[in-house]
Nanobody, 125 residues
Framework: QVQMVESGGGLVQAGGSLRLSCTAS????????MGWFRQAPGKEREGVAC????????YYADSVKARFTISRDNAKNAVYLQMNSLKPEDTAMYFC??????????????????WGQGTQVTVSS
């Protein structure tokens, strides 16, 4: 049974940082490209960042470029999202997801097969 678990969310002031982690069981993550998505109340799920299976290619949404960094440690079967200079508009539930396909700049949620349950990030002004 595949299970993906996000952690590291919380409440932070604007300008602060958080590091999200995603670990998996029942799935060898280095067989998959990975993505981070977020969804705020009343809004559609948005692709934030993605990384190829090797870690050599990454894409970011324009809204987070230069502030967020996606990385992976295949030895630990984990993927991370370092979020700096957080803004109130970054407030959302954040999800990690896995795809056995190639990543694209559009970071489309429909291309991802396995999903975690999410971790809440709240940025206060």
């Amino acid at each position: 049974q595949v299970q993906m678990v996000e952690s590291g969310g919380g409440l932070v002031q604007a300008g602060g940082s958080l590091r999200l982690s995603c670990t998996a069981s029942g799935l060898i993550l280095d067989d998959y490209a990975m993505g981070w998505f977020r969804q705020a109340p009343g809004k559609e799920r948005e692709g934030v960042a993605c990384i190829s299976w090797s870690g050599g290619v990454t894409y970011y949404a324009d809204s987070v470029k230069a502030r967020f960094t996606i990385s992976r440690d295949n030895a630990k079967n984990a993927v991370y999202l370092q979020m700096n200079s957080l803004k109130p508009e970054d407030t959302a539930m954040y999800f990690c997801a896995a795809t056995d396909g190639a990543i694209t700049q559009m970071i489309r949620s429909g291309e991802y097969t396995y999903w975690g349950q999410g971790t809440q990030v709240t940025v206060s002004s």
